[in-house]
């Protein structure tokens, strides 16, 4: 189905300024991980204690999941940080990725104008709210970028069983900020991680209209990159950013992030850490 697209070159240029470094030095951990984590500020405060003793420097690009992975798969990452389960999992099967480990979550919510033209708001369930902002004809912006958000997406219209026209849906191309930018321009609904929403909350007129339901989960997952497929990857580098993200300090770090200044936590840290 035709979509009305608005695509930006921005991604794909950051994407590729961090592919063409063929040999990175070896203090250097490059990290391909999702918009989410960076909007947020979540990442900064992780790498500020991490890069610490001064043995390794990370060097991190946040784009959506697809593009991570890809970034994974030509041996551009040595670690990946994402959050799109299904990709992931063929991610490892496939050879490319090991030790993937998922160990955080946050959840979407869906977001609309504040007057609720689709009457989405009581909708106990993901899918009915996404199936009543079809009925109205309500205008829907995606990321459209194969990220984790964009799958969930994809998988609620599916659950729903229904499917905007080509005139009510925006495709965005761009990462979470840049797309609730559009939303919020457009008045448009559009589906968000909460930890994104959060952060962005006080410039946005957008609302909450649909939340808790099971499947709005977003889970993230670590996955490395293995030298036995790019003898370029810092494999050292990359297992000791691994390990320190599954650390007790980090795990403090992400559970205590945004308490102070958005009055919640933002992220839970699923695993035992050591």
Not at 214 to 228: F, G, K, M, V
Request: aromatic share 8%.
């Amino acid at each position: 189905m035709k979509r009305i697209k608005l695509l930006f070159p921005a991604i794909a240029g950051l994407v590729l300024a961090f592919g063409c470094q063929q040999q990175a030095p070896r203090n250097i951990v490059r990290l391909a991980t999702t918009t989410s984590v960076r909007d947020t500020g979540l990442l900064d405060v992780l790498n500020e204690t991490f890069q610490k003793d001064g043995k390794h420097t990370l060097q991190a690009i946040a784009v959506g999941s697809g593009q991570a992975m890809q970034l994974g798969r030509t041996g551009e990452a040595d670690l990946l940080w994402v959050h799109s389960p299904d990709d992931e999992k063929k991610f490892v099967e496939e050879g490319l990725g090991t030790d993937r480990i998922t160990f955080l979550h946050n959840d979407f919510v869906l977001l609309g104008p504040a007057a609720d033209p689709a009457k989405v708001k009581g909708a106990r369930k993901a899918a009915e709210a996404f199936k009543k902002i079809v009925s109205a004809k309500a205008l829907f912006v995606s990321r459209a970028d194969q990220s984790g958000t964009h799958k969930k997406e994809l998988k609620l219209w599916a659950a729903a069983g229904a499917q905007p026209a080509e005139e009510h849906y925006l495709e965005a191309g761009q990462g979470m900020a840049g797309t609730l930018s559009i939303a919020e321009e457009k008045k448009a609904y559009v589906l968000v991680d909460r930890s994104t929403y959060l952060s962005m909350k006080k410039t946005l007129g957008l609302e909450i209209v649909s939340e808790g339901d099971e499947a709005l989960i977003n889970r993230y997952s670590l996955i490395l990159i293995p030298t036995a497929k790019f003898s370029r990857v810092n494999a050292p580098g990359a297992r000791a950013y691994y390990d320190f993200v599954l650390s007790k300090q980090a795990k403090e770090i992400i559970e205590g992030f945004g308490v102070e200044k958005y009055g919640q936590q933002l992220f839970f840290y699923d695993y035992a850490a050591k």
